[in-house]
């Protein structure tokens, strides 16, 4: 079985804090995503790296930074945390073997930041 | 999210069949997903196509035209814990990330 893990269900941080959220996979993906997930506004993607120490912004990277130093584990880093990136944040990985036909990719259960 | 469209809301009656449909621009299309997420929970695959045409998985089916950048997801004999969300995803080239339309709260009722 896949699995994806996050290393908190439920956080609450302070304005001006550095956060760090932590993913980690077991099925030895090159790929792992980071998207955050408001009401109204669906899934929007945020980095997201093909390979180790690889990175790539996605569409909402302002106030994020992200760290993939081994294969499984792929972190998310807000600088500085402000009250508008409350929200949900998902980890993905996928598969990047073309022999497979599709990509899927496998989510982690999630991590409700809150920043008072 | 490069313009993909899903109705945000939809309601079905227990037993019966529902499509909830999904619209995307064409250029530079790669693949699509399907999602189901029940509140509070990970998002988890439901089906893929690349291919036009219908894909069948028991109780769920997904269809695609590309000329038409059009995708439904078919459900049938619906049951109470179909209660969800239900999230189209596209991948575009090039690159392995799915983009993700605001998704479709489907709400079964008795």
């Known amino acids: 079985d896949v699995k994806v893990t996050q290393s908190s269900r439920y956080l609450v941080k302070r304005t001006g804090e550095k956060v760090f959220l932590e993913c980690v996979q077991d099925m030895d993906h090159e790929n792992m995503f980071w998207y955050r997930q408001d009401p109204g506004l669906g899934l929007r993607l945020i980095y997201f790296?093909?390979?180790?120490?690889?990175?790539e912004k996605g569409d909402i990277p302002e106030g994020y930074s992200v760290s993939r130093e081994k294969k499984e584990r792929f972190s998310l880093i807000l600088e500085s945390a402000s009250t508008n990136q409350t929200s949900m944040y998902l980890c993905?990985?996928?598969?990047?073997?073309?022999?497979?036909?599709?990509?899927?990719?496998?989510f982690g259960q999630g991590t409700r930041l809150t920043v008072v | 999210g490069q313009n993909i469209d899903q109705p945000t809301e939809m309601t079905a009656t227990e037993g019966a069949i529902v499509q909830i449909n999904c619209t995307y621009q064409t250029s530079g299309f790669n693949g699509l997903f399907w999602y189901q997420q029940h509140a509070g929970e990970a998002p988890t695959f439901l089906s893929y196509n690349v291919l036009d045409g219908l894909e069948e998985k028991g109780r769920f089916s997904s269809f695609l035209s590309r000329s038409k950048g059009y995708s439904y997801l078919l459900l049938k004999e619906l049951q109470m814990k179909d209660s969800a969300s239900y999230l189209c995803a596209v991948r575009f080239t090039p690159g392995y990330a799915l983009n993700f339309g605001k998704g479709t709260s489907l709400l079964v009722t008795p």
């Open positions: 790296s093909y390979d180790v120490k690889m990175k």
């Open positions: 993905a990985s996928s598969n990047k073997d073309r022999s497979l036909g599709y990509t899927e990719a496998f």
